[in-house]
């Protein structure tokens, strides 16, 4: 043995290792709602048209109750609190009463400030609650913020309330939504990914029953973990929400090789020496396990034919680091086992074996009622997909127990919606030509009258608050100015109401914003409201001329695209890997064999969220996928060992059990290994997390018991044809 | 007879010193700007004896307390409430009393200047600017050669921020006329340097004040906005 040899490539691997994770701490996540966004379709050219024209509709709101409200001293603290917020950098304005108190009512007349805001529904649901208890302080941020300046601001504006004394303000809207996930998500990772790796070591300990083959998966699938994090980062890209999968994927399949190259090693040492037993072992392994990877690694690829960027680097990506992952295992693993050798098969290694193999061959012999119970499975599972659907809501992401959940239901039964709806209105002409355009009014009012709309905010209602103030304040004038009257009433204006108006009318391009406050409401909803707004433009005779838009419609409309596209791709994945198979085995009937149980675990996945309630999301449709990658590993490897059995001569059920018995460790301890670590993922406050850990277990049992029932009972009418030489 | 008719006449005497005492005393603590002892002489005068010269005393005080207004920032609303409370206390005890003076053009000019020391916010330029405007209009009506009213008259145009420029120089051009019948009246050569500094003419602004600082040296204003500029939002 040359042994020097196995040292340096060991050595190899680990300098490329290092230089692999020094580039882990650059490698940025981006969960930027823009890079969600396709910006070839219609309605991301009309939602840049819609920024391009007006300011950006991302806002903090944040929500303060006192009792009594009107108190001057309550009013000094936000007074500050609102002039210490307007100089953060990433802010473009804050719309507040403390705001007005300060710039026109000189922070002095308390009372007046009252009776002008109850002088008309101006205020209402925006400023100030209908109990007026409540002030809403809008900061509105600049369109050219990204991502991590919004975070930051989120973070400075709770940071500056706090200092003022105003630490009971509940702050919410997307940007604070967008931070707290951001936020959660790190936390639960940070908390419970040691903890999952933690319990997937000492569950690999107990089933491999002996420390060294447990250090050998772990520098495999690590290595493999952190090559692929850095190739990422050498290309550029930046993780998203979707890449959050990306790391236990690997994990799971490169764990998944070198477990099989260890329980084969282990199985074939108790008979050989120690070079032998490692050259058959490869011998064994390496095909199955280079198939099983390139054909998912095709599966994933198909990802690359996404409208949406992430999801393109995720597929490159996860395909790049599963052939990684058989670099690794017969590079470093084979390397290491040469090195350090381990203690042959365990006797918990060869009852889980023998355990696999009963199964397999019972499977076997009753091969129809193996086949009946499949089969009804499937129909169930497939009868529960109709159930399954495709909403989302992001609040439903982080548990009732954070912070920013409580904030949004106060801040949503005190005040007013949180989710902005607009509609772009073309044609408007200058102010003198919005004040003779009822319809616009009385689409406003048609919105309004919308369930789920809890205020639309209108230029022309900042108009009647201008014409009311250039009248002195007379609530009796709360009308829209005469078009003769309009310069005048623009000339005189004060120019908190004249950026008001500037934020909802653009007089040099002609257009007009109306905006619905929306409460909360799950993304079909969303899009039905956005629906019914069409057809209230139709109706106001505005067909070409108005259409409703915003981020958080693009962003509803993305995921729902999303969805789609993963599930297109996952129909592509399946097909292609198929195909992989049919080139891989050189055998159309061992891969039509495999469909079946390779489905079931896919099957399993759609059926499981159907009947937990759990929604297809961007983060949820990826567990399919996993699945898909764990069952067609499974399979091969299986496939493999009963076509060698079979053309050595082995009679079907033999076949069948000799290989589900050689197999069954790798398979049982790739498994429970992996359900071991979810196990602490369960108990996860990020829902997204939480889900990924239900979905992935019932993915991997689901699988296994696919693989080592369904799977044997098809194979035994399996009659390979001898390859002719 | 004769030593009731002397009495009354050194009782009207006695009067007239004392009244003359006060104004004296009312125009040093206003040359002054002395806040400390207009309010004393406020406190002391017997509004039913001498309505005009408390109607004066009030006006210096709630003058006095509004520089002390302007002063104080916004943060601090609990001390820009009470300055406002104190401003407003003897404005209005001044407006109450010009009501029994005889029309002229001094009492309207006199009222227009009590009502802009109650503009303080845009809000309260809502409330009482019409009226203000009012009044000083009818002091110039009345009386065409009152420089004083012209000051009042363009304190809304000078003051008043975002309005246009051209209100700047309708103010401007009321100033000048104050200082062409009044060159050394200090509140027109104050005004006129904030009308500059509005318009960007640094130079001549700062010119203004050095002459009203020239003609008084007690001159408070002159000497904080020649050092560091007017403040940024004024009202009336």
């Not at chain 1, 890449?243 to 084969?264: E, F, K, Q």
């Not at chain 2, 005080?61 to 509004?66: C, G, I, N, Q």
């Not at chain 2, 104080?72 to 820009?80: K, M």
């Given at each position: 043995m040359n042994h020097l040899r196995e040292l340096l490539t060991v050595v190899a691997f680990s300098v490329l290792t290092a230089f692999a994770a020094s580039r882990l701490p650059d490698l940025e996540s981006d969960h930027a709602f823009e890079r969600w966004i396709d910006p070839t379709t219609p309605s991301a050219r009309l939602y840049e048209e819609f920024r391009e024209n007006f300011p950006s509709d991302q806002f903090i709101l944040a929500s303060v109750t006192h009792d009594p409200p009107f108190d001057p001293s309550h009013f000094d603290l936000l007074v500050d609190a609102v002039s210490r917020i307007e100089e953060l950098e990433g802010v473009a304005r804050v719309s507040s009463l403390p705001t007005l108190f300060r710039d026109v009512f000189g922070s002095e007349d308390v009372a007046d400030l009252a009776a002008e805001v109850s002088s008309a529904p101006f205020y209402d649901r925006l400023l100030i609650s209908d109990d007026r208890r409540t002030l809403g302080i809008f900061v509105h941020l600049s369109s050219a913020t990204g991502a991590a300046e919004r975070a930051r601001v989120v973070r400075e504006v709770r940071t500056v309330l706090e200092k003022a004394g105003v630490a009971d303000a509940a702050?919410?809207?997307?940007?604070?939504?967008?931070?707290?996930?951001?936020?959660?998500?790190?936390?639960?990772?940070?908390?419970?990914?040691?903890?999952?790796?933690?319990?997937?070591?000492?569950?690999?300990?107990?089933?491999?029953?002996?420390?060294?083959?447990?250090?050998?998966?772990?520098?495999?699938?690590?290595?493999?973990?952190?090559?692929?994090?850095?190739?990422?980062?050498?290309?550029?890209?930046?993780?998203?929400?979707?890449?959050?999968?990306?790391?236990?994927?690997?994990?799971?399949?490169?764990?998944?090789?070198?477990?099989?190259?260890?329980?084969?090693?282990?199985?074939?040492r108790a008979t050989r020496p120690r070079e032998e037993a490692i050259r058959h072992a490869v011998v064994e392994v390496a095909r199955p396990c280079s198939l099983a990877a390139a054909t998912t690694a095709i599966g994933l690829l198909s990802l690359t034919a996404s409208g949406f960027r992430p999801i393109r680097e995720f597929g490159v990506l996860a395909g790049a680091g599963l052939m990684l992952g058989v670099i690794v295992t017969f590079g470093l693993g084979r390397s290491m086992l040469a090195l350090v050798d381990t203690t042959p098969a365990s006797r918990l290694d060869l009852g889980v074996g023998r355990a696999a193999g009963r199964l397999a061959a019972a499977s076997a012999r009753h091969r129809w009622l193996t086949l009946a119970v499949a089969g009804v499975a499937i129909a169930a599972g497939t009868s529960a997909l109709p159930l399954l659907s495709a909403d989302s809501n992001p609040l439903r992401f982080l548990g009732p127990t954070e912070r920013v959940i409580a904030d949004y239901h106060h801040a949503l039964e005190a005040l007013t919606g949180l989710s902005p709806l607009e509609v772009l209105i073309d044609e408007v002409g200058g102010v003198d030509d919005l004040v003779q355009q009822p319809h616009l009014d009385e689409l406003a009012a048609r919105l309004a009258s919308e369930p789920g709309v809890a205020k639309v905010v209108s230029p022309m209602d900042v108009l009647r608050k201008m014409n009311?103030?250039?009248?002195?304040?007379?609530?009796?004038?709360?009308?829209?100015?005469?078009?003769?009257?309009?310069?005048?009433?623009?000339?005189?204006?004060?120019?908190?109401?004249?950026?008001?108006?500037?934020?909802?009318?653009?007089?040099?391009?002609?257009?007009?914003?109306?905006?619905?406050?929306?409460?909360?409401?799950?993304?079909?909803?969303?899009?039905?409201?956005?629906?019914?707004?069409?057809?209230?433009?139709?109706?106001?005779?505005?067909?070409?001329?108005?259409?409703?838009?915003?981020?958080?419609?693009?962003?509803?409309?993305?995921?729902?695209?999303?969805?789609?596209?993963?599930?297109?791709?996952?129909?592509?994945?399946?097909v292609l890997v198929f195909m992989s198979?049919?080139?891989?085995?050189?055998?159309?009937?061992?891969?039509?064999?495999?469909?079946?149980?390779?489905?079931?675990?896919?099957?399993?996945?759609?059926?499981?969220?159907?009947?937990?309630?759990?929604?297809?999301?961007?983060?949820?449709?990826?567990?399919?996928?996993?699945?898909?990658?764990?069952?067609?590993?499974?399979?091969?490897?299986?496939?493999?060992?009963?076509?060698?059995?079979?053309?050595?001569?082995?009679?079907?059920?033999?076949?069948?059990?000799?290989?589900?018995?050689?197999?069954?460790?790798?398979?049982?301890?790739?498994?429970?290994?992996?359900?071991?670590?979810?196990?602490?993922?369960?108990?996860?406050?990020?829902?997204?997390?939480?889900?990924?850990?239900?979905?992935?277990?019932?993915?991997?049992?689901?699988?296994?018991l696919a693989d080592l029932t369904l799977l044997p009972a098809l194979l035994r009418g399996y009659t390979p044809r001898p390859r002719v030489r | 007879?004769?030593?009731?008719?002397?009495?009354?006449?050194?009782?009207?005497?006695?009067?007239?010193?004392?009244?003359?005492?006060?104004?004296?005393?009312?125009?040093?603590?206003?040359?002054?700007?002395?806040?400390?002892?207009?309010?004393?002489?406020?406190?002391?005068?017997?509004?039913?004896?001498?309505?005009?010269?408390?109607?004066?005393?009030?006006?210096?005080?709630?003058?006095?307390?509004?520089?002390?207004?302007?002063?104080?920032?916004?943060?601090?609303?609990?001390?820009?409430?009470?300055?406002?409370?104190?401003?407003?206390?003897?404005?209005?005890?001044?407006?109450?009393?010009?009501?029994?003076?005889?029309?002229?053009?001094?009492?309207?000019?006199?009222?227009?200047?009590?009502?802009?020391?109650?503009?303080?916010?845009?809000?309260?330029?809502?409330?009482?600017?019409?009226?203000?405007?009012?009044?000083?209009?009818?002091?110039?009506?009345?009386?065409?050669?009152?420089?004083?009213?012209?000051?009042?008259?363009?304190?809304?145009?000078?003051?008043?921020?975002?309005?246009?420029?051209?209100?700047?120089?309708?103010?401007?051009?009321?100033?000048?006329?104050?200082?062409?019948?009044?060159?050394?009246?200090?509140?027109?050569?104050?005004?006129?340097?904030?009308?500059?500094w509005e318009l960007g003419d640094q130079a001549q602004a700062r010119a203004s004040w050095t002459q009203a600082l020239s003609l008084n040296p007690a001159c408070r204003p002159a000497e904080q906005w020649l050092e560091s500029g007017p403040p940024e939002n004024p009202r009336l």
């Open positions: 702050l919410v809207g997307p940007s604070v939504l967008n931070a707290a996930i951001d936020e959660v998500s790190d936390r639960e990772l940070r908390a419970s990914l040691p903890t999952a790796a933690l319990l997937s070591t000492l569950a690999l300990l107990v089933l491999f029953g002996a420390l060294r083959p447990v250090l050998i998966a772990l520098a495999c699938s690590a290595v493999t973990v952190i090559g692929t994090l850095a190739l990422g980062d050498l290309l550029g890209w930046k993780l998203s929400m979707i890449s959050t999968a990306l790391a236990p994927l690997i994990w799971v399949l490169s764990l998944s090789g070198s477990t099989h190259l260890l329980a084969s090693y282990r199985r074939l009311q103030w250039h009248h002195d304040l007379e609530a009796d004038r709360y009308i829209l100015p005469t078009a003769d009257r309009v310069e005048d009433v623009l000339a005189n204006a004060d120019p908190l109401f004249a950026a008001e108006l500037a934020s909802m009318h653009n007089a040099e391009a002609g257009k007009a914003r109306l905006t619905a406050l929306v409460t909360p409401l799950e993304s079909s909803d969303f899009l039905a409201l956005a629906e019914r707004f069409q057809d209230h433009i139709i109706a106001g005779g505005l067909v070409g001329r108005a259409h409703p838009t915003g981020t958080v419609l693009q962003l509803v409309r993305s995921q729902g695209e999303l969805v789609r596209s993963q599930l297109r791709s996952l129909g592509v994945a399946l198979i049919a080139v891989g085995l050189r055998s159309l009937r061992m891969t039509l064999l495999s469909l079946a149980p390779n489905l079931v675990p896919v099957v399993w996945v759609f059926a499981s969220m159907a009947l937990a309630g759990i929604p297809l999301d961007p983060g949820t449709v990826m567990v399919a996928g996993i699945a898909l990658g764990i069952a067609v590993d499974d399979s091969v490897h299986l496939l493999t060992a009963v076509r060698r059995a079979r053309l050595r001569g082995v009679r079907p059920l033999e076949a069948v059990r000799s290989s589900a018995e050689a197999l069954g460790p790798a398979l049982c301890i790739t498994t429970f290994a992996v359900v071991a670590g979810m196990a602490a993922l369960l108990g996860s406050a990020f829902v997204p997390i939480h889900y990924f850990a239900v979905l992935t277990t019932a993915a991997m049992l689901v699988a296994l | 007879m004769m030593s009731r008719l002397g009495t009354a006449v050194v009782a009207v005497l006695v009067a007239g010193g004392a009244a003359a005492r006060s104004n004296s005393a009312i125009a040093d603590a206003g040359r002054n700007y002395d806040l400390e002892s207009a309010t004393r002489i406020l406190a002391e005068l017997d509004p039913e004896a001498r309505p005009r010269l408390v109607i004066d005393a009030a006006l210096l005080v709630a003058e006095l307390e509004r520089i002390e207004f302007e002063q104080t920032p916004t943060s601090e609303g609990v001390a820009r409430r009470e300055i406002g409370e104190r401003i407003d206390a003897a404005a209005r005890r001044g407006l109450d009393l010009v009501e029994l003076l005889a029309e002229s053009s001094e009492s309207w000019r006199l009222r227009a200047d009590l009502i802009g020391t109650l503009i303080r916010s845009k809000y309260r330029g809502k409330r009482h600017k019409a009226r203000m405007e009012r009044a000083s209009a009818t002091a110039i009506e009345l009386d065409r050669t009152n420089a004083k009213a012209y000051v009042s008259a363009a304190k809304p145009d000078v003051l008043k921020p975002g309005r246009e420029r051209p209100d700047i120089e309708k103010g401007l051009a009321l100033i000048q006329r104050a200082l062409e019948l009044d060159p050394e009246l200090e509140s027109a050569l104050l005004l006129r340097g904030h009308a500059l």
